[in-house]
């Protein structure tokens, strides 16, 4: 299985900077393609913030772009997301995810694994 912890979640003001952190452990860290951030606030349903390949390829949400960086060490098994120009409407909870593909039973296996989540604050 794979287990993820986030952290860096806390309060920001606006205009301001956090990075979240995410760390992968468990059997199947090296069958894991894509990481991704998801973010939710009560209310609404979890939105895609941003997402980054094995090889580096990246994907952000509109609301984000611009601002928000998104990268990985895959030999550390970590992944990070960099949050500039803090606005109000990023406050959320800040969740970790990655999916991997790998054999199981001579048979593919698709896995999607997610983190307990982060809570980040921007007010003044």
């Known amino acids: 299985q794979i287990q993820l912890e986030e952290s860096g979640g806390g309060l920001g003001q606006p205009g301001g900077t956090l990075r979240l952190s995410c760390a992968a452990s468990?059997?199947?860290?090296?069958?894991?393609?894509?990481m991704s951030w998801f973010r939710q606030t009560p209310g609404k349903e979890r939105e895609l913030v941003a997402d980054?390949?094995?090889?580096?390829?990246?994907n952000y949400a509109d609301s984000v772009k611009g601002r928000f960086l998104i990268t990985r060490d895959n030999a550390k098994h970590t992944m990070s997301l960099q949050m500039n120009s803090l606005k109000p409407e990023d406050t959320a909870v800040y969740y970790c995810?990655?999916?991997?593909?790998?054999?199981?039973?001579?048979?593919?296996?698709?896995?999607?694994?997610w983190g307990q989540g982060t809570r980040v604050t921007v007010s003044s």
């Open positions: 468990g059997q199947y860290l090296q069958y894991i393609n894509t």
């Open positions: 995810s990655a999916e991997a593909l790998y054999w199981r039973d001579s048979t593919p296996t698709a896995l999607r694994a």
């Open positions: 980054i390949t094995r090889d580096g390829n990246t």
